[in-house]
Each structure stands twice: as C-alpha cells, then as structure tokens.
C-alpha cells in the first residue's frame, strides 16, 4: 500500500487529532468548550446541548456550520470561544517534525479550526515553520471538511492537483470527497483510544491505509522512494 503513494506532490494534513494524539486531551476540551457555547446561546441544558452538538456535528460535518445556518452564529464569535483551550500538554515531537520536513513537494495544513487555533497549536508542535500553506476555517468561508467544496477551493487557491496529492485525517468521513476527488487518503488513529483498527477491523473503502504513527509511516514512505530511486 505504501507503493501507492509515491506519486505524491502534495502532502495534506488535518490538525486536531492528526498531528498530535487525540488521547493527549485537546479533544474533550474542544469539546466541552462547543457544549457550553450552545447551552449559552441556547439557553437550554449541557444534556440538550451535548445532543444538540452530536446532532449537526452528524448533519452538517460540524457543529459551526450548524450554528451558522440554523441559529445565525457569527462564526468568529463560535471560534473564538471553542478555542480558548489550554495548549499545555502539546510539545514539540522531533520525529514528526523531522519526518514532515522531509517530505518531497508542497506540505500544507488544512483545517476545520480558526487560523488563531491552527497558528498557535503548530507552533506548540514545533511545525511553525515546516508548512508552505496553512488554510483555516476562515480560508474557506466557514465552510470546511467533509463538503466538497472546501477541498476544491483549496485546490483552487494553492494550486494543488488532486490526482497528486495525499490527505491525513483522523475523521473517515473527511476523506470521502477526497478519495472521490482522486487523492490517496490515510485515515490517522490513535492506538490507544482505537484498539478495534489495530485488531483488523475492516475500514470503508474510500480509506486506503490506516495509520497509527504518522512519523514512522513517513518514514517509511520516505524510504521506498530512496528505494525505489537507487533501483533496490
């Protein structure tokens, strides 16, 4: 499977859960944060707003696109609150920095969080400076992943061909559009909360590897392109 992406030029990458480990904790604040912002907004219950959350989060891809066209939020106003999270328990992972960096082609950031959250996370992770484009929520009109849309205007906007590139993501269903747009897509998981992908649960088809660390699976890749270069 990993002969399948030597063709890529362009290297994609989710944020939140993607490059750094969902089990680390940023996840539950996130969400806490979103069930708050709309038992606030609402006025109803935390239990009615944790519903009301899984319920667009399912609908729409994501609660703020929910919020938006159903109860008019000003997406910055929903932002800004989610994000107002404690960044402490992120480091930098000189492995994953390394592995990145060396990534042959354009290595970019796409992500359904604010450009003030994608900024100050990268730069927690010590990968400030190894993208050539990160694109925020804000880059594509607050319409983000899963909708097709947001992939093609990122396409648009930075010149990326599809057919040329390869999406990391920790959310299955974001890498629908992709694979339907003719990306290799690599679904990113956490071993310690997902036990059931590690023993040999089937993926849907629009996923072509699961991987459990994204550095040694970079590395890897790196390797079968020397490889393949020298003729071993």
Not at 190 to 214: A, C, W
């Amino acid at each position: 499977m990993r002969e399948a992406f030597a063709h890529v030029e362009n290297w994609i990458f989710d944020l939140d859960d993607t490059l750094y480990a969902r089990s680390i904790g940023l996840h539950e604040q996130l969400r806490r944060r979103v069930v708050a912002f709309i038992a606030d907004h609402m006025k109803i219950h935390l239990a009615a707003a944790e519903a009301m959350h899984l319920d667009y989060y399912e609908r729409f891809g994501s609660t703020l696109q929910g919020m938006v066209e159903l109860h008019g939020v000003a997406p910055d106003e929903f932002l800004d609150f989610v994000h107002d999270i404690d960044l402490s328990a992120l480091s930098p992972n000189l492995r994953l920095i390394a592995s990145i960096t060396a990534l042959p082609g354009k290595r970019v950031v796409f992500t359904n969080a604010s450009r003030g959250h994608a900024l100050a996370a990268l730069a927690a992770i010590g990968l400030s400076d190894v993208f050539d484009v990160v694109a925020s929520i804000e880059d594509s009109g607050y319409v983000g992943k899963p909708h097709r849309s947001a992939f093609e205007n990122l396409f648009v906007r930075h010149g990326i061909d599809p057919t040329a590139s390869a999406m990391f993501e920790d959310r299955a269903g974001n890498l629908v559009a992709p694979r339907e747009l003719g990306m290799k897509t690599a679904l990113v998981v956490d071993p310690i909360l997902h036990v059931d992908r590690l023993n040999g649960v089937q993926e849907p088809d629009h996923v072509d590897v699961v991987v459990t660390n994204l550095a040694v699976f970079l590395d890897e890749l790196q390797f079968k392109r020397e490889c393949g270069k020298n003729g071993a």
